[in-house]
């Protein structure tokens, strides 16, 4: 059975760091495209950051210079490193993996993404 389980969510306030995981369990996403997709109350889910076979990364315009997705494919996890927080990246966290692509520079499209987390809550109080 897959599983993704993300931790590494809380409270911060405005201005701190946060470092979200995802270990993906069940079988190996080694060089599969995966994300980070959040959704605040009241609002749809949005895609954060994604990294593709190829190791390309991209960023939704309101985290660029502010958050970085790496991942460990040795530990088949990802992670998501935010600085700077802002009160408005309040939201739930949601990891996302995608079957195998042989495109180095495929990104999914949210309904692509195959595997989804349960989420984790960020909070940043200002």
């Known amino acids: 059975q897959v599983q993704l389980v993300e931790s590494g969510g809380g409270l911060v306030q405005a201005g701190g760091s946060l470092r979200l995981s995802c270990a993906a369990s069940?079988?190996?996403?080694?060089?599969?495209?995966m994300g980070w997709y959040r959704q605040a109350p009241g609002k749809p889910r949005e895609l954060v950051a994604a990294?593709?076979?190829?190791?390309?990364?991209n960023y939704a315009d309101s985290v660029k210079g502010r958050f970085t997705i790496s991942r460990d494919n040795a530990k088949s996890t990802v992670y998501l490193q935010m600085n700077s927080l802002k009160p408005e990246d309040t939201a739930v966290y949601y990891c996302?993996?995608?079957?195998?692509?042989?495109?180095?520079?495929?990104?999914?499209?949210?309904?692509?993404?195959?595997?989804w987390g349960q989420g984790t809550q960020v909070t940043v109080s200002s």
């Open positions: 069940g079988r190996s996403f080694s060089g599969h495209p």
């Open positions: 990294i593709n076979r190829g190791g390309n990364t």
């Open positions: 996302a993996a995608a079957n195998f692509r042989p495109s180095y520079s495929y990104f999914p499209s949210e309904d692509e993404y195959d595997y």
